[in-house]
């Protein structure tokens, strides 16, 4: 969750605010706005947070994170659904072999 550092308006609906500190949440609507006007100025973006919600599930696969894991991080009841989010690539494969490989050691 996202909270701003002020007290809200009186104004912002109800489910806009903590009722633990009464400070307004950063809605995700305003969250998506700002994140892809601070990541306009890299080479391929602006990025979106689904995007980076795919890249948290990727990096995590490719260091190893085991399908249960993977699962519970993202939220998914389904291995399917799962696999359109953590795509490894064969370089993040070749790594994680080489790490895990017995004769290496």
Same mark, same amino acid.
């Given at each position: ?17 903590? &009722?633990?500190? *009464?400070? @307004? ?5 305003? %969250?998506? *706005? /700002?994140? *892809? @006007?601070?990541?306009?100025? !890299?080479? *391929?973006? &602006? !990025?979106? /947070? ?9 990096? @995590? %696969?490719?260091?190893? @994170?085991?399908? &249960?894991?993977?699962?519970? /991080?993202?939220?998914?009841? =389904?291995?399917? =659904? +799962?696999?359109? !989010? #953590? ?6 494969? +070749?790594?994680?072999? #080489?790490?895990?490989? &017995?004769? #290496?050691?």
């Amino acid at each position: 969750m996202f909270l701003t550092d002020r007290k809200t308006r009186p104004s912002v609906a109800k489910n806009g605010v903590d &009722p633990s500190t *009464e400070r @307004a949440r950063l809605l995700y609507r305003r %969250a998506v *706005e /700002l994140f *892809e @006007a601070h990541t306009s100025h !890299y080479d *391929e973006g &602006p !990025y979106t /947070l689904h995007q980076l919600r795919h890249s948290r599930l990727t990096h @995590a %696969a490719q260091k190893g @994170a085991s399908t &249960p894991v993977l699962m519970k /991080l993202s939220g998914h009841t =389904s291995v399917r =659904s +799962l696999a359109k !989010y #953590a795509r490894v690539s064969d370089e993040g494969l +070749l790594n994680f072999q #080489a790490d895990t490989d &017995p004769a #290496a050691r």
